[in-house]
């Protein structure tokens, strides 16, 4: 063996050591989910709401929300996808936290509202966007080298540090959920909505449904842990596009999955957890294409009246158990 | 099992170090044991449904190979021919099923599926094996564990560099003996890691941002021109990237063992026509087919008594490319968008050549040379980008919608689908990497990669140690545990 050669086989196992070290030290101190419990401070991670929510590293998001949700105890949880994220402004509501994420499955949307209901002050309300139902995706959920080492988390780690020494911590600070703004964004062309009804055909084409009794299997942990806080769960269809309502196709197929959601949660032992299924699509104003940012974002407008509808309806729902006022 | 799993880079590997080196310490002579126990732990670890396929057809060429060595001439070609045809057959049946069971748009989720974990590859070394024992009438059959070793050895077992025995036989006594060496794990290791980085950083990325596009052209969707060419240059980079690391990564931890194989990937991008391109791209299956199909058919071809002699010359040689090219494409996969490129490949290549015997012939000044020289290289940059969208795409009809983008002929979609601005930046960066910089092969010295100044090569410095382990560091941070992308060729 040459001296040179064992020399350098010696500095590159350092300088590994030395670079996880530095990245896992960025991801600590960015904490941008409240993993390591990490304090704020000013310019340096106090823009920890600046979380990417891309659909590609999905567990991470979806574990990030249960560390967020943990922290929180706004009373009235919003779940869904980036209709929700989008589309609820809870500028307007600081009573509601907002844990709409990008893509997300019926699968992730149940086990952030269970997380809702599980943290030290539950949620008393979480409001579900009524989704496919669809099998869990197999990836196993993130540990310490995901959260410290694993490179989606140390981009995101990077943007909320570069974002708070950029003083966007100071101007945004308030919802510390996962809200974000549609307004400036503008609506799509006739002709690309018209391309993107045909899309999402065959998206939901593709889309593999599980039936109501493994439906009602997936619902089981949030019956119980609604109950335990004697909460209450709506499952809401958001207000729909108009290409949507006019599309005999994509109707069928909303209708045939909202079947399957409505079986699973009529047949679940819902006797201490208030647990319905609202279909706001048809409801309501007559929307415009105007009201909707693309075929499945609505603008916070509709989400204004969407919000104020499911308050509505969590309120004049049956009484919850025996003995709770 | 893959070279980019945490269980590999972190349990199997460092193990099978360690175990070998105790060998060359305190067992000289258990080294193949060792190498080959390891290698069957990889391939049950992928595939364990195929592994006794893998015995079995071991043993099976071995046996063949012991036959042929007492047969007379004469019985020597038929046991060859027997080999060879039960070797295709296997492979032709593989991937016909494949293909009966692939509905159009599962892709390689189906092909892995159905696809024993490496076949295409074994095939043909076991092919290789038997044809050169053919020839080879005077030398001695390999020891079986040789034998077996050459074709398990986990470093090419999967998906290549396609070795031939008689280029790697005259190291195995050495890899007996065991023992890991400091001067050939450094350069082993660093190119393990850019192997890793290449994979990880670059392919995987790119794919990322691509797939959105391709989905949505399966949908009919197509934004502009400009998404179109992005979609078919991206896509050739990627498949390059994700290869030529995977190579990397083979070549990186045969030499971690001693074992020294040629390079697979001489800068094919870099390429100024069809047939320098060939002889780049997947060395050592241009080599194989080369050597295996196009040479024997040439002569074949050449004897047929039709035409003038330089006639029947270059129709020989049109006629084998053309045999060659289709074989390629059928080793890859036998869908109808593969055959298509296959067969669209081979003509490309002769129409090259036609123009350059035409330039030759009519004795283009050194000037106009020049010109066609630029032409011809940026004539094949646009072809191949072309043919990389017949081996993305999961149908016909979604190369029609792509390359009728490409031509600039619409409609154009307006859509919220576009290539990230990550996606953008790995794109340039690849583009540059493949155009510009020396290749692995040049810059670690390996058989066969072409001259390079010694400013490039690697060496045991500090800078190279900086270097690699900032690129290792960044690697270990895209390792994932859970559904990990899998190397485009694992598929074929």
């Given at each position: 063996m040459t001296s040179a050669d064992v020399r350098y086989l010696w500095r590159s196992a350092a300088g590994i050591a030395l670079a996880l070290g530095a990245i896992a030290a960025l991801n600590v101190i960015a904490d941008p989910y409240g993993r390591f419990g990490t304090p704020r401070w000013r310019g340096i991670n106090?823009?920890?709401?600046?979380?990417a929510t891309d659909?590609?590293?999905?567990p991470i998001p979806v574990e990030g929300g249960r560390y967020r949700l943990h922290a929180d105890a706004r009373p009235v949880v919003l779940v869904g996808t980036s209709a929700v994220m989008l589309g609820f402004d809870t500028r307007r509501h600081p009573e509601a936290f907002n844990a709409g994420l990008s893509g997300t499955t019926l699968p992730d949307a149940l086990t952030l509202a269970v997380a809702a209901f599980a943290?030290?002050?539950?949620?008393?309300l979480v409001l579900v966007e009524a989704l496919p139902p669809q099998p869990p995706d197999d990836v196993p959920p993130p540990d310490l080298y995901d959260w410290a080492v694993a490179f989606p988390q140390t981009v995101i780690a990077l943007r909320v540090i570069a974002a708070s020494m950029l003083g966007a911590g100071r101007a945004h600070?308030?919802?510390?959920?996962?809200a974000r703004t549609l307004d400036p964004m503008p609506s799509l062309t006739s002709a690309a909505l018209d391309r993107n009804v045909i899309a999402l055909r065959a998206s939901m084409a593709s889309l593999t449904v599980v039936d109501a009794r493994a439906t009602r299997r997936s619902l089981e942990p949030l019956r119980r842990s609604c109950a335990a806080a004697q909460g209450t769960v709506l499952l809401f269809v958001p207000p729909r596009h108009p290409r949507i309502l006019a599309d005999g196709d994509l109707l069928r197929f909303q209708a045939s999955w909202l079947q399957t959601l409505r079986a699973a949660v009529g047949d679940a032992d819902t006797s201490s957890c208030r647990m319905r299924v609202v279909d706001?699509?048809?409801?309501g104003p007559t929307w415009r294409?105007?009201?909707?940012?693309?075929?499945?974002h609505f603008r916070p407008t509709v989400g204004e009246w969407a919000y104020a509808r499911l308050l509505a309806e969590s309120d004049s729902g049956a009484p919850h158990a025996p003995g709770r006022p | 099992m893959s070279f980019h799993s945490p269980a590999f880079l972190f349990a199997l590997l460092p193990l099978t170090l360690l175990a070998y080196h105790a060998c060359g310490q305190?067992?000289?002579?258990w080294g193949i044991a060792v190498l080959l126990g390891a290698s069957l732990v990889f391939y049950a670890a992928g595939d364990p449904r195929h592994l006794p396929l893998l015995v079995a057809s071991i043993a099976v060429n071995f046996a063949l190979g012991q036959t042929m060595h007492r047969s007379a001439r004469s019985s020597r070609r038929v046991v060859l021919l027997l080999g060879v045809a039960a070797n295709v057959a296997m492979l032709a049946l593989f991937k016909l099923r494949a293909q009966a069971i692939d509905?159009?748009?599962?892709?390689a989720a189906m092909a892995f599926a159905y696809m024993p974990l490496g076949v295409s590859f074994f095939t043909l070394q076991q092919v290789s094996y038997l044809v050169d024992r053919a020839r080879d009438e005077r030398g001695a059959p390999p020891p079986w564990s040789h034998y077996a070793l050459y074709i398990?050895?986990?470093?090419?077992?999967?998906?290549?560099?396609?070795?031939r025995f008689r280029d790697v036989a005259p190291q195995y006594p050495r890899l007996a003996r065991a023992g890991v060496r400091a001067e050939e794990l450094a350069p082993a290791l660093s190119l393990l890691v850019i192997g890793l980085a290449k994979k990880l950083l670059l392919a995987d990325r790119l794919g990322v941002a691509l797939d959105p596009l391709y989905v949505q052209a399966s949908a009919g969707v197509i934004a502009s021109a400009r998404d179109a060419w992005v979609m078919g240059w991206g896509y050739l980079l990627q498949l390059y990237f994700d290869f030529s690391g995977y190579s990397d990564m083979a070549i990186g931890l045969a030499l971690a063992f001693g074992l020294r194989v040629g390079v697979n990937?001489?800068?094919?991008?870099?390429?100024?026509?069809a047939s320098d391109y060939v002889s780049r791209w997947h060395v050592s299956l241009a080599t194989f087919v080369r050597d295996y199909v196009f040479s024997p058919l040439f002569r074949v071809l050449r004897r047929?008594?039709?035409?003038?002699v330089p006639h029947r010359q270059f129709m020989a040689w049109a006629g084998a490319t053309i045999v060659s090219f289709v074989t390629i494409g059928a080793w890859h996969s036998v869908s109808p968008t593969f055959l298509l490129a296959g067969v669209l490949i081979a003509f490309a290549t002769v129409g090259f050549q036609l123009a350059t015997l035409v330039r030759r012939r009519w004795a283009v000044a050194s000037d106009a040379r020049i010109g066609s020289h630029v032409i011809g290289r940026l004539g094949l940059l646009i072809g191949l980008t072309v043919f990389s969208v017949f081996f993305r795409s999961d149908r016909l009809a979604t190369v029609r919608v792509i390359v009728r983008g490409m031509a600039g002929v619409g409609p154009w979609i307006q859509s919220s689908v576009v290539l990230s601005g990550t996606g953008a930046v790995t794109l340039l960066l690849a583009s540059a990497i493949a155009l510009a910089a020396p290749n692995t092969g040049q810059i670690f010295d390996l058989p066969g990669a072409l001259p390079a100044p010694p400013r490039v090569r690697w060496r045991p410095s500090g800078t190279w140690s900086a270097a690699v382990a900032l690129l290792a560091a960044v690697v270990i941070t895209l390792l994932?545990?859970?559904?990990a992308s899998q190397f485009i060729y694992r598929q074929f």
């Open positions: 106090d823009a920890w709401d600046h979380v659909l590609v590293d999905r943290r030290p002050c539950p949620a008393r600070a308030g919802t510390g959920d996962f706001l699509s048809g409801a294409e105007d009201d909707f940012a693309s075929l499945t | 305190w067992a000289a002579g509905p159009p748009g599962a892709g398990a050895f986990f470093p090419h077992l999967v998906a290549g560099p396609i070795v990937f001489n800068s094919p991008l870099k390429a100024v026509s047929l008594p039709v035409a003038s994932r545990r859970g559904a």
